[in-house]
């Protein structure tokens, strides 16, 4: 009974269908729901204080490295493979912002510089302006109806001389994603974004020049001129400072328990610093005296404190740190994320959005993380697919052993199936044959039905049960004939017999009928995230 079972079109149809159903969940799970299950518990650090009255809340959404990938992040891979990286780092890319702008719904978003992997490279302006495009279209920035701030990063400007980087990345960026240094005012903080890309290489040439940063003749327009100017002019609310390059530390800082692996330590190489120079931190860390430091580039968490030389407009002798994850998948890390940054303050009962709060400010901020993409794949993705190949092989083989066939050939079976010559199996031909009728013969009986075992004299409507020579038919009595209707799936390899296909055959035919479902719906998730 169980290697017939093996062999019966029912059980084929259990085994395609229940890993059909099953991927289906996974996939739709894993593309669509855990997104919005793992931000669940991702809150703005505001709701967690007492109501006050009057109080101002301006909430920041801080994204930093999401480095958009093009043809020429990945030189040694083939093209087939550069292609479909592309499409799934973007895709992860725009599921992920999709569900955090609708999951925090922000005032305002920063993106804190390498916006792109290869903005600084040298391209024509039409490329350059098709891959600027790709970045707005993967975060919908075009349809926020929220102020968005951009900081560079070495990725977008280039940092250093380098043949492969293009002279023209600094007019492109600033025609694409604004200027290079710049401040606003949100929530009664003052917002400083420093671009710590050329205040890198301003500062190599002043350490090289024996300048020290009190007497040294700023670059007109630079981030040293930048901040001096800034630095001029008393400024009563607290400043919160974006920078892409992170402050130095000592060697042995450590990062806190949120960080992957490792800590941040000093270093440079082609197109990139690790961390500010020990004079370029306290340069800004003095002339600043920032109550809150937010810095990207390094792709992983980190939290650090630097001590002020004076306590900031805050109150504040430290100035803290915090390193923002990278927001994509392929920067190194399993678990990308954001930041998100609560500035409260309290004004009078009549005021406007101009006026210096009563009370100090203050700012909250919390981290948030993303699902872990790769993980999904190797963990998830991988070992289900292995399972899912073992249990069709396993499967075929069983139904492809030689004692098997035979029980099956022994058990011969018609169905009610459209009269195509396609569709007849030799258990059709065989029980005609053993029956004594051709296909020509006309006979009272009905052509598509078995012929009656025994005929009663009387009318006689009975309904005896399932038939004990079909797994799927039932036998009965109508008219004073026996019946038997086998149920059947439209012509195809299981009703040809399941046990008459070969091995490979079989095997690859299950695939792809396993396949095509979660593929489909794997297509239209990527679909409805791209275009919804």
Not at 307 to 320: D, N
Request: charge should be neutral; glycine fraction near 6%; charged fraction near 20%.
């Amino acid at each position: 009974m169980s290697s017939y079972l093996h062999n019966s079109p029912l059980a084929h149809v259990m085994v395609v269908n229940g890993l059909r159903a099953a991927w289906i969940i996974v996939v739709l799970w894993y593309e669509v729901y855990t997104f919005d299950h793992v931000l669940h518990d991702c809150q703005w650090p505001d709701i967690y204080q007492a109501d006050a009255p009057n109080a101002r809340i301006a909430r920041v959404l801080v994204v930093a490295d999401p480095q958009i990938v093009d043809y020429r992040s990945y030189p040694m891979r083939n093209s087939l493979m550069k292609a479909l990286g592309q499409f799934i780092i973007d895709l992860n890319l725009r599921r992920s912002w999709h569900s955090t702008i609708n999951r925090v719904q922000p005032h305002a978003v920063v993106f804190l510089g390498d916006l792109m992997d290869n903005g600084r490279a040298t391209m024509s302006n039409s490329e350059y302006d098709a891959y600027a495009a790709r970045f707005f279209d993967i975060f919908k920035l075009r349809d926020l109806s929220m102020p968005t701030f951009f900081l560079p990063g070495n990725h977008d400007l280039g940092l250093g001389e380098e043949v492969s980087f293009s002279l023209e990345a600094r007019t492109r960026y600033t025609s694409n994603f604004g200027p290079w240094n710049h401040k606003t005012t949100i929530g009664n903080h003052t917002v400083l974004f420093i671009d710590a890309v050329a205040l890198v290489e301003e500062d190599v040439v002043r350490a090289d020049r024996g300048y020290s940063y009190d007497n040294w003749p700023a670059v007109a327009g630079g981030s040293v001129d930048f901040v001096k100017r800034f630095a001029a002019h008393e400024h009563a609310s607290p400043v919160v400072l974006f920078t892409h390059i992170p402050l130095a530390r000592p060697l042995d800082a450590d990062c806190g328990p949120l960080r992957e692996r490792g800590t941040i330590r000093q270093g440079h190489g082609l197109g990139y610093q690790n961390t500010l120079s020990n004079e370029a931190s306290q340069f800004l860390l003095r002339l600043l005296g920032p109550s809150l430091i937010l810095s990207g580039d390094d792709h992983d968490y980190c939290e650090y404190s630097h001590p002020l030389p004076f306590p900031s407009a805050s109150g504040s002798t430290a100035a803290r740190e915090i390193t923002v994850k990278s927001f994509s998948m392929a920067m190194g890390i399993r678990r990308p994320g954001f930041q998100l940054l609560s500035l409260i303050s309290t004004v009078p009962a009549i005021e406007t959005l101009t006026q210096l709060p009563n009370s100090p400010p203050s700012l909250l901020d919390t981290p948030c993380f993303l699902p872990d993409q790769l993980g999904i794949y190797l963990n998830v993705y991988l070992p289900f697919i292995l399972l899912s190949v073992l249990s069709l092989l396993a499967f075929n083989i069983y139904r492809t052993l030689p004692g098997d066939k035979k029980r099956a050939q022994r058990q011969p079976v018609l169905s009610l199936r459209p009269s195509h010559s396609s569709c007849r199996t030799k258990d059709d031909e065989l029980y005609r044959r053993s029956a004594g009728q051709s296909d020509t013969e006309d006979t009272d009986e009905d052509p598509m039905l078995p012929l009656p075992v025994t005929k009663p004299a009387g009318p006689v409507h009975s309904l005896r049960g399932r038939s004990s020579s079909s797994p799927n038919s039932w036998a009965f009595y109508l008219l004073g004939q026996r019946r038997r209707i086998l149920l059947s799936l439209p012509c195809s390899m299981t009703n040809r017999g399941v046990h008459e296909v070969g091995l490979l055959r079989g095997f690859f035919s299950d695939v792809v009928d396993v396949a095509w479902p979660p593929l489909l719906a794997f297509c239209i998730a990527a679909w409805c995230t791209t275009h919804v």
